[in-house]
């Protein structure tokens, strides 16, 4: 009775809390953006505006890329920053290629998994400075510009010096989450020195400056990457760790480097869907689209129980994959090829009841051989599809002084079982939720996408892909879509799934669907704020232009010129 009276409660809550629909659609969107000669997606659109200034005074995609993050780093500190992590997919116009780059760092050569187990640890913590791993962002920053940069460092650095110095009005949704961070982070050192410096956070609208972090770029422009991964940058985040009971040391963070990879994918319709192979979660995408492909899902629409139904339980049989064999590949031989290939998605497909929920799934046996996006596109053809993150919004809480920025606590997603390919290693990477992505079409490129938010994104991923190729969606309607979310999936940190899970809808879908959800067993959960953040740029090869969305749950801005 009690389950009924929540289902019937969450109905009407999302009844009563659904928007009016301005389209005549069951969902609110709005028109794309067009144009000839270059577009810039993100998160904020004074960095959407930085971007498209490097594209119009001569830069290229990847130089609008840097420039757009460091200036995320600076106005979106809730998700991003050079205390974390990068990882990109450049489609190169000059090989006609697509090139990967995993900007992941690895965890302390110092610090054992026997310390943990030693020190009572059953799990390694959110907070502090123990699940620090080496912030490689920086790092990624200058692969990208040596590899296929154009204008100087400097140069691309500079709007975001300015900003630093000069302040910036705090767009609304970061000012929320900059509320939510200050209480629980201003315990740790120079953190509240950092962010609040009139002793609160900045409310929306504030101007906030961060010259500390200003000085930091400025170092960086004038000394390339060994000016943070080495002197005195490097000595001040080393001495800062051990200060508060971490182990990074000047040697890790002397030894990182960024990986060039080969980006994967399947072929999904006649589509070739592209991800990053682990330490990230990409290939979790690929295995759903494969399940999936099995079905008619145009049938259906993307607003039908069945549809729903499909989505998840094939996402439940992805997941659990992912919590078993999603690693870092230097500690682990990772089965890929295996995991997107077609056959072993019809062995899994086989496992789905059309009209039941499963409750469990257990991961294939294989032979084993908070967060920012943003995508730019220049006049030449070069597109970059960039992620970048310090986990858990402002990461650890960790602020080394008078640097400008918190560390990424990305270590926390490894986990302490022994035995289990994420186990906690020296000098490994944890897996990452963080995933860049691309489409192609008969080699050519069509979309460059990613949408944020932990392990909603290869859920996002699929979404956007199904709702562009058998939905028939533009690309601002694929984003502005309601969206499913499945949660209570086993997990890389050692959590098995629990009866099934739960699945959280978005405002939009009716009634029947909810009813038909129901029938066959899921259940249901009104959430919101966990769906996600979109930004996608489509090349529409025809006409010769591009098309540019961006997220409308969140403060970006997709613009072109």
Known sequence: MRYLLFVLFTFLYIISNAQDRVTGESFAT????????????????????????????GGNAMDAAIACNACLGL?????????????????????????????????????????????????????????????GTVKGWYDLHDRFGKLPMKTILQPAIDYAKDGFPVSELIAYYLGRSGPFLSKYPNFAETYMPSGKMPAKGEIFKNPFLASTYEKIAAGGADAFYKGPIAETIANHIKEQGGFITTEDLAAHQSEWIEPVSTNYRGYDVWELPPNGQGIAALQILNILEGYDLKQYGWDSPEYVHLFTEAKKLAFEDRAKYYADPDFNKIPVKELISKSYAKKRRALINEDRAARRYDPGNLEHGETIYLTTA??????????????RGMGSGITPPELGFVLQDRGELFTLEEGHFNVYEPGKRPFHTIIPAFITKDGQPWVSFGLMGGAMQPQGHAQIVINLIDFEMNLQEAGDTPRISHGGSSQPTGEKMSDGGWISLESGFDYQTIRGLMDRRHRIRYSKGIFGGYQAILWDAKNGVYYGASESRKDGQAAGY
């Not at 953006?33 to 119009?56: E, F, H, R, W, Y």
Request: proline share 6%; net charge neutral.
């Open 30 to 57: 709005r028109s794309e953006v067009i144009a000839q000669n270059g577009m810039v997606a993100t998160s904020q659109p004074l960095c959407t505006q930085v971007g498209i200034d490097i594209l119009k005074n």
């Open 75 to 135: 106005m979106e500190p809730t998700g991003c920053g050079i205390g974390g992590d990068i990882f990109a997919i450049v489609w190169d116009a000059k090989t006609k290629k697509l090139h990967g780059l995993n900007g992941s760092g690895r965890s302390p050569i110092s610090l054992t998994r026997e310390w943990f187990v030693e020190n009572n640890h059953d799990k390694i913590p959110s907070h502090g400075a123990l699940p620090i791993s080496v912030p």
């Open 378 to 391: 220049d006049k030449d053809g070069n597109m970059v599809s960039l992620i970048q993150s310090n986990f």
